[in-house]
């Protein structure tokens, strides 16, 4: 499954447009919450810097659920012909990053669906904390991992800066909270932009 590419032939301040060009045009979309995709965005976001996550993975609760910006044109159709807003945005989402951020910051988007199913099979009442719409997408993401999934998530290397975004996702869909807006995390994107890429 293909999708869109953040262009790494950008500045990296040219990429924080990019990025604010594409909340500004589809951040006030509903995704089956209470708020809209830019504020659960956002909220993660501010959850993170008050949890003191690192700088990676502010960035990656910020980014983490841009893949439902393109899940309308690029997804394909649940049985009864909807669009699911929730297949595989996790991919398309690292897909369209990975060229201008580094693994830190795109391996916890890739799994932070990964992680809620490994949560519901490791961690007692964890299920019964989700919104009703999390409940949902459970479902069509593949329920909760089985014990050979989970033996191989927990093995992984970047397993727990996941979890520590999928808290963030979580608890960052409350109606009414006042919370820094995109630009305040402009300096910080364009320091996480691959090295590589802020050298050039």
């Known amino acids: 499954m293909n999708g869109p590419v953040l262009d790494n032939r950008l500045a990296p301040a040219a990429i924080y447009e990019e990025l604010a060009r594409l909340f500004e045009k589809f951040g006030d979309e509903q995704y089956g919450e209470a ?5 659960h965005m956002l909220q993660s976001a501010h959850m993170a810097e008050e949890r003191g996550e690192s700088d990676a993975i502010v960035v990656a609760a910020l980014l983490h659920d841009v893949g439902h910006f393109f899940s309308p044109q690029t997804e394909e159709l649940v049985s009864d012909g909807r669009p699911e807003q929730n297949f595989c945005h996790e991919v398309l989402g690292a897909r369209f990053l990975e060229s201008c951020f580094g693994p830190e910051v795109i391996v916890p988007i890739q799994l932070h669906v990964a992680v809620k199913r490994y949560l519901c099979s490791v961690e007692e009442g964890y299920y019964e904390s989700l919104s009703e719409a999390s409940k949902h997408s459970l479902v069509l993401q593949g329920g909760p ?6 033996e191989k998530f927990s093995a992984g290397k970047h397993s ?3 979890i520590g975004l999928r808290y963030c996702d979580d608890h960052g869909k409350q109606v009414g909270i006042d919370i820094p807006g995109l630009e305040y ?4 994107i364009i320091k996480m932009v691959n090295k590589d890429l802020r050298a050039a």
Request: net charge negative; charged share 30%; glycine share 0%.
């Open 160 to 162: 727990d800066a996941a």
């Open 145 to 150: 991992m089985t014990p050979a999934q989970v």
């Open 35 to 39: 708020i809209t995709q830019r504020e």
């Open 185 to 188: 995390y402009r300096e910080l």
